[in-house]
């Protein structure tokens, strides 16, 4: 019988992967282990230090799965996760292999273990058109059109935020219907995998992690990895790629100039990303507190390793 696939999800910063590294390394010789990323951010080619990838080392001693999937210039949906997840969790059981989900992309944790709605999957030649409308016409115009169309989902939308916009005026120009009315009616039925979550009881420690990380992102060669996606030149600021936290502070940074480390701006961008990436954790942490979550786990106490691998343990001895 295929082993139950377990997530591991938590803020930003709170030590999940690496958490999952020693794991599969602790329990290699019970069983293998393969990690399926749950980041929205890590599915992009050529983006590699700011979404915090897996090493090519780290790859070769755990296979990894959900990562560089597609170009920074396409789109990748809740939707595709939950499909292509379920697929790589197939995958690995037919190896008798154990899947641990990782990351902290909570809407698609929450479409994994909830359900999708019943939406039509994304239309190139229209999201063409929206895009093309948006950089044309500005996206207040096309938030104005959804709330002529679809006044329930205008009004939980901020009036910025151009991917929810595009998708809510796409869901309804392919069916006809508003977003708002199609929501609820799930396509796939609750998942009861185990769920742990690494929740840390100090902020402080996570807001000391956020900023070390930050650091060494800078120290890695950030702004040459945004630079050279700046230089394609088939990129912009609205795409789901660049607006993803580091590379959206960056990418508005780089358009007056190099930055040199040390100068004003190399100091301001700092600022600038560390504070976006704590903005993040909060959301995350927000999230986990409304979702049920079978285990939650401090991420700064330091028996949380010892912790984890005895769930494991448990979870392997029930299923024997």
């Keep these: 019988m295929p082993l139950t696939p377990c997530i591991l999800v938590g803020p930003t910063a709170s030590g999940k992967s690496g958490l999952a590294l020693w794991l599969a390394e602790r329990l290699a010789v019970q069983v293998p282990i393969e990690i399926i990323s749950i980041d929205s951010a ?3 080619r050529g983006m590699d230090i700011g979404t915090a990838k897996p090493s090519a080392t780290e790859r070769a001693a755990v296979p990894h799965h959900g990562i560089d999937l597609i170009d920074p210039a396409q789109s990748y949906s809740a939707a595709q996760f939950v499909q292509d997840a379920h697929a790589a969790v197939a995958d690995i059981q037919s190896r008798g292999a154990w899947p641990w989900l990782v990351g902290g992309t909570m809407l698609y944790v929450k479409a994994l273990r909830e359900g999708m ?3 039509p999957p994304s239309d190139p030649a229209m999201r063409a058109q929206l895009e093309a409308d948006t950089q044309r016409l500005g996206i207040a115009v096309l938030y104005q059109r959804l709330q002529q169309v679809d006044p329930v ?3 939980r939308l901020q009036a910025g935020d ?3 916009i595009q ?6 120009m392919l069916t006809g219907e508003p977003l708002s009315r199609l929501q609820g009616q799930a396509t796939h039925p609750r998942l ?3 769920t742990l979550s690494l929740e840390p009881a100090r902020r402080g420690w996570l807001h000391e992690r956020i900023a070390q990380r930050f650091d060494q992102m800078l120290e890695q060669g950030l702004v040459d990895e945004v630079q050279r996606l700046r230089s394609r030149g088939d990129l912009h600021a609205n795409l789901p790629s660049i607006r993803c936290v580091g590379y959206r502070q960056l990418w508005d940074a780089l358009a007056s100039g190099p930055l040199q480390p040390g100068s004003a701006g190399w100091r301001a961008l700092r600022e600038q990303g560390i504070a976006a990436t704590r903005q993040l ?4 942490l927000t999230w986990l507190r409304s979702m049920p979550i079978d285990t939650r786990l401090a991420a700064d106490a330091a028996d949380v390793a010892d912790q984890t691998l005895a769930l494991a ?3 392997l001895a029930n299923h024997r």
């Design 281 to 284: 954790a909060k959301r995350q």
């Design 153 to 155: 989902t205008a009004q």
């Design 313 to 315: 343990e448990r979870l």
């Design 117 to 119: 709605d019943a939406l």
């Design 162 to 164: 151009t991917q929810r």
């Design 167 to 172: 998708r809510a005026l796409e869901v309804q």
């Design 192 to 194: 009861e995998w185990p």
């Design 42 to 44: 890590q599915v992009y």
